[in-house]
């Protein structure tokens, strides 16, 4: 195919020969979206369920998840999986601060998420008031399957794909606004 | 914490000839991907030696303690599997224990089998995530694969007896909270039957392992003494010789009938350590095995009405089935006032709750005797004079869930 | 006579007060011959330190004395054996140390003087164990609120768990609007005999 084509063509018959068109951005968000690599930040009972979503059964590695960071330098989304004490709580907030632009969160369980069952002295009572939550996984714990929905989830939110509670859609890459 | 509190030890050593060196201090953690949970270590170093070890604890309280006094007695389980993630079941046998010998309650034989097989399933999956993540530490990725492989269906086995995977919140005091269901017998044969071959899958990928064993024999010796004098139970302290078990020294719930080995080794390093809980999880299987024979149809919980739920069917046509389902849900049980602690053996050592009641429905004061608290500060003497590389297969040897330390 | 006798029996002598609950012997020491009680009862071959921990009856009903004890969890090996050794102490009141006896008792009192404010003389290392630096008081004693975060409803109403939780208690009809009471055949209501344990 020559060069010209692409301006002597229509759009459709340019795709129909396998050229597709796309923004920088979006492909830029679609790439981003597949190596959503983690930060370890495993903390109590769903850091188990955590490891056990890279395990053989559920294998987050098909959705490009697998390689759980220790250094928050290198990684894209920081997973609270647990529940967050008081003493804990700056330094969650140092992990995350650490970590590059654009980032996300999970806050995975229900006691990151609200607390949970621990309403009491020690315990941080939502994570999103120390750091901004993109993705709220209930449960106690919440299985590995509901892990690897949030991880699909988010790369839909990195992609440009989800929409707030009001139906508007949301900016593609959020993270660089932070 | 400034660095003058850390430590007590002179930071100071004198060096050769004139010069006087300095020990470093590193900080690991709490963030850290081999410290098996938010455990914080600060350490003084001698070139690569460890010359000074204090572990910094607390970042993962949750206080399990003041809440469980403010919640009923059966509120209380669900609070205390969620302390130790990884062997749930323990805490809520020693809690539900406790909380019996001060009722009084009598426990039918079909309940306490049950719990008997639960609770030693979950002793194996705990040391499963053991291997898994102790050889993880050393850079033997490939176990953790097999070792969670059998873990995943022993979670199944619990999910279909209690609903969930992790945090079971099964066990009731007076017994179950509902019997298990058809075909959990069937599933925990099966079990039995696949998982010796798999033990001897993992004996062949590390047992003779040359790097295994260079980086474990002789590493991390905490001898008998030192066990005693730091108050280590459990297969740490059965590494060292010495053969204490409060499943065979304290029998309780049923633990007398089966007949079982507890594994010792002499050596009481890293090594010993990890064998022991090797040969712990074939004797937990034998467990299983016996308990699963004698289980027999019967009765799953305390019939007395003071303590337990009245079964459905009675509410319909039995008023005063109503009036305790009632007192129950709305107020829990009155026991007589008084003190009690039970020992019992998690997969991790010696776990008792000591409860104080004052005859309301709360307890007054919950405490918690915990296995990995206690077994955290052998640490300290088993790393001093080892190599730093060394310390992180240490901490995996001694087995702590941070959830457990920091309660 | 068993170890756990001769023990008792030996403590008796030190000013004990023996007290028994359902197979679970403790012996209350004054505190000027805790450390000697401590040691007599290591040497007699109650060589492992299980637990030491505290205790705070300041709402425990019908209590007297002083407010505080430390109870220290003592099990020998090779008898079967354990037993309870128990201080009462007040606010401002000190206790000694017993980490030269056994190592693993640094963290136990450290634990005690984070939980309850009790404070070990001549300990090597006595600082806060669990609590974060910035927390002020000492969460289990019972003075100290558990901290809870009062419920917000949709409808914009509060509720306070605390509230809630009364009627539980008994003390106070609550949210629940149960006042306890007495049931009929139930020991806890009855007087309590021979005391606590």
Redesign the interface.
């Known amino acids: 195919m020559a060069l010209t084509d692409l301006f002597t063509k229509d759009v459709q018959e340019l795709e129909n020969e396998g050229i597709l068109f796309s923004s920088l951005e979006k492909l830029v968000a679609w790439g981003r979206s597949n190596s959503l690599w983690p930060a ?6 769903c ?3 955590m ?2 979503s890279t ?3 559920n294998d987050l590695a098909r959705f490009g998840s697998e390689v ?1 960071r ?1 250094s928050p330098r290198q990684a894209d989304v920081m997973i609270v999986a ?2 967050l ?4 709580a700056p ?2 907030k140092r ?1 995350y601060d650490q970590m590059p632009d654009p980032k996300w969160v999970i806050s995975m369980g229900a006691c990151a998420s609200s ?1 949970g ?7 941080v ?1 939502n994570v999103d008031s120390v750091v901004p939550v993109d993705i709220y996984v209930p449960g ?2 919440p ?1 590995p399957e509901a892990l690897v929905y949030a991880v699909m989830q988010l790369q839909k939110k990195v992609r440009g794909e989800a929409f707030d509670e009001r139906g508007i859609e949301l900016p593609m890459v959020e993270g660089w606004a932070r | 914490m400034t660095i003058k509190e850390a430590g007590t030890v002179s930071s100071s050593v004198q060096g050769h000839g004139d010069f006087e060196t300095k020990y470093m201090r590193v900080n690991v953690g ?4 081999s410290t098996h ?2 455990l914080r270590l600060v350490v003084d170093l001698d070139g690569e030696r460890i010359a000074n070890l204090i572990p910094q604890i ?6 399990f303690e ?2 469980m006094e403010n919640r009923t007695y059966q509120q209380g389980v ?2 205390t599997n ?1 302390m130790d ?2 062997h749930g079941f323990a805490h809520d046998f020693a809690y539900c224990v406790s909380v019996e010998k001060l009722l009084d309650a009598q426990v039918p034989i079909r309940a306490q089998r049950v719990r008997v097989i639960l609770n030693e399933l979950n002793r194996i999956a705990s040391h499963l ?1 053991f291997f898994a993540t102790g050889l993880l530490d050393m850079g033997a990725l490939t176990l ?2 097999y070792t ?2 059998e ?2 269906k022993i979670l199944d086995i619990f999910e279909m007896v209690c609903g969930v ?3 079971y919140g099964y066990f009731r005091i007076g017994g179950l909270s509902r019997d298990v269901p058809e075909g959990f017998e069937d599933a925990v044969r099966a079990f039995i039957k696949d998982f010796p071959p798999m033990i001897k899958q993992y004996a062949a990928m590390f047992a003779k392992n040359d790097i295994f064993l260079q980086r474990t024999r002789d590493v991390g010796v905490v001898t008998q003494e030192m066990a005693l004098d730091y108050g280590l139970t459990g297969p740490s302290l059965r590494a060292t010789g010495l053969g204490l078990d409060f499943r065979k020294t304290q029998p309780y719930s049923s633990y007398e009938d089966y007949s079982f080995d507890v594994p010792t080794a002499t050596e009481g390093d890293i090594h010993a350590r990890f064998m022991v809980r090797f040969e712990e999880m074939g004797e937990s299987l034998k467990i299983v095995e016996q308990a699963l024979n004698r289980l027999e149809p019967g009765p799953y919980k305390d019939p007395d009405r003071r303590i337990s739920l009245p079964p459905r069917s009675e509410l319909e046509n039995s008023m005063e089935a109503v009036i305790f389902h009632f007192k129950l849900v709305t107020e829990g049980f009155h026991p007589p006032r008084g003190e009690v602690y039970v020992p019992t053996e998690s997969a991790r050592g010696e776990l008792g709750y000591y409860i104080v009641s004052d005859g309301g429905s709360m307890p007054y004061r919950v405490k918690v005797r915990i296995p990995s608290l206690m077994n955290l500060q052998s640490l300290a003497p088993a790393c001093i004079g080892g190599l730093f590389a060394d310390m992180v297969m240490n901490i995996a040897s001694f087995d702590p869930v ?2 457990d330390v ?1 309660k | 006579m068993s170890l756990l006798e001769q023990v008792v029996e030996h403590l008796k002598t030190l000013e004990g007060k023996p007290g028994e609950f359902k197979a679970m012997v403790s012996v209350t020491v004054p505190k000027d011959h805790l450390l000697e009680a401590i040691e007599s009862s290591k040497d007699a071959g109650f060589n492992m330190i299980s637990d030491v921990f505290g205790l705070d009856y300041l709402s425990y009903p019908g209590h007297q004395g002083k407010r505080f004890s430390v109870a220290y969890n003592l099990y020998s090996i090779e008898a079967n054996e354990r037993i309870f050794i128990r201080v009462n102490l007040d606010e401002g009141e000190t206790l000694p140390t017993i980490t030269h006896l056994w190592s693993g008792a640094n963290f136990m009192e450290r634990e005690v003087y984070d939980m309850f404010g009790v404070v070990f003389d001549d300990h090597p290392d006595l600082r806060k164990l669990i ?2 630096e910035d ?1 002020d008081g000492h ?1 289990h004693r019972k003075d ?6 009062p ?1 917000l409803f949709n409808d914009g109403r509060f509720l306070d ?1 605390a509230a809630f939780r009364a009627g539980l208690r008994g003390d106070s009809e609550g949210l629940t609007g149960f006042v306890g009471g007495a049931r009929k055949g139930v020991a806890s209501q009855q007087k309590p005999e021979g005391g606590k344990a």
């Not at chain 1, 069952?117 to 315990?123: C, G, L, P």
């Not at chain 2, 709490?30 to 991907?33: A, T, V, W, Y």
Request: proline letters at 9%.
């Open positions: 370890t930040f495993g903390l109590a009972c850091a188990i369920e490891m056990q395990n053989s059964r759980f220790a647990g529940r004490s008081k003493k804990m330094i969650m992990v607390g069952m621990f309403n009491n002295y020690a315990i009572q106690c714990p299985r | 709490p963030q850290h991907p949970g938010v607390g970042y993962l309280h949750t206080g003041k809440t669900t609070y969620r993630y990884l995530v953790y694969f969670m492989r873990r995943e995977r992790m945090n941070l959830g920091d | 609590t974060p927390l969460p100290f609120p558990l901290g809870e975060t419920t768990p």
